[in-house]
């Protein structure tokens, strides 16, 4: 993943960096009409608490700035702003995206203290040490260099500030691991066709799941991007986990 190299990978597949941004962003726009459906069928639901689990771990309060990369369509903003935030700025890099976020916060009439902006996680248009808190929601393994985008969020972090992180992650129970898989691989290409017309953008995303860096690993990139007191916390037997870590 050392952003000096010419290849990446996009799931299984060895492309050119330059191809991984443009790649991505065709899958999201994809799957944006049908994104939230498709969350609750490839997690039975069960992304729902994570989410939940995720927002308490941030624990919004009504005189911080939260700013939520690759927000999509809205789930953490929104929860967030529930939960007394008092301003979140809702990014992501795909207009798709946040065309349907916005049209959700229109729909539930959330409109106080919410801020939408495109944004490249890796070159976030802030000045340094601007927000209080910054989070990341089942985004980062689809950015091109994700030492970027934890550096970039170190930078806007004011002192004390907070980074958090939900993101699938290394399975630690044998037995969910096969069932997983099956369900991976088997299953989500399936739905993917079925209710969202786009099976191979559902391979991708279960792909990308397996090559994205294993807890111990991106606790460390967390670490060498000057983040301190990195912790983690496995959820639904490291399906997923939450990663914090403090700018002090």
Known sequence: MASDTPTTDFGYRDVPRAAKAGLVREVFESVAPRYDLMNDLMSLGIHRIWKRIFVNAIGPT??????????????????????????VILSDVNPAMLAVAEKRALDRGIVKGLSVLAVDAEHIPLPDRS?????????????????????????????GGRFHCLEFSRVEVAVLERLYDAWSFKALPVLGARFAGDA?????????????????????MLNAAGFERVQY?????????IHTGWRL
């Open 62 to 87: 009504p005189r911080e700035t939260l700013l939520d990369l690759a927000g999509g369509t809205g789930d953490i903003a929104f929860l967030a702003l529930e939960r007394g935030a008092g301003r």
């Open 131 to 159: 927000v209080e808190k910054v989070s990341i929601a089942f985004g980062l393994r689809n950015c091109t260099d994700k030492d970027a985008v934890l550096r970039e969020a170190y930078r806007v972090l004011r002192p």
């Open 200 to 220: 191979e953008s559902y391979r991708y995303l279960a792909e990308s799941i397996r090559m994205f860096p294993d807890q111990e690993r991106l606790a460390g």
């Open 233 to 241: 916390r496995n959820m639904s037997g490291g399906i997923v986990a």
